[in-house]
């Protein structure tokens, strides 16, 4: 997982297609051993999602965070700040892709700011989440 996240930085194809395949064996060897419902197989989910959101495939970043989310709301309450990071996330993602109806479901369930922003932490919200954000 650590390894995925730090080649998907490099410029090289190769590497962000490495990153992408380390990504994906992370998830699903965290599903395997750890189980869906757990806190490590979520976070997998969000820096696959993450990385496949700064890739430019919104679908699967989509479905991804989605279930990230989910665990992570059922894990941890939905007013924990990785829940919210990722409640805004996933905000971000669904205005670019315009699902604005979607998009403020996840706003009024998680009391996000209209523009998905975390109501303490001005800076937090829509858009693709900067690499020092990423949950290892």
């Known amino acids: 997982n650590n390894l995925g996240l730090l080649l998907r930085d490099l410029d090289?194809?190769?590497?962000?297609?490495e990153a992408g395949d380390l990504l994906r064996e992370a998830l699903a060897s965290r599903r395997e051993v750890?189980?869906?419902?757990?806190?490590e197989t979520a976070d997998s989910l969000y820096n696959l999602g993450v990385?496949?959101?700064e890739k430019g495939d919104s679908d699967e970043a989509l479905k991804l965070l989605q279930e990230e989310l989910e665990i992570s709301s059922g894990l941890k309450g939905?007013?924990?700040?990785?829940?919210l990071?990722?409640?805004?996330?996933?905000?971000?993602?669904?205005?670019k892709i315009?699902?604005?109806?979607a998009a403020k479901a996840i706003a009024r369930t998680y009391a996000l700011g209209p523009n998905g922003e975390i109501p303490e932490i001005?800076?937090?919200?829509?858009g693709v989440v900067p690499t020092e954000a990423i949950k290892f």
């Open 12 to 17: 090289s194809e190769a590497a962000k297609k």
């Open 85 to 95: 990071d990722s409640a805004s996330n996933l905000f971000g993602l669904l205005t």
């Open 51 to 53: 990385f496949l959101q």
């Open 98 to 101: 315009g699902k604005p109806d």
């Open 78 to 83: 939905k007013e924990d700040p990785g829940t």
């Open 122 to 126: 001005s800076n937090a919200g829509a």
């Open 34 to 39: 750890l189980g869906d419902q757990h806190p």
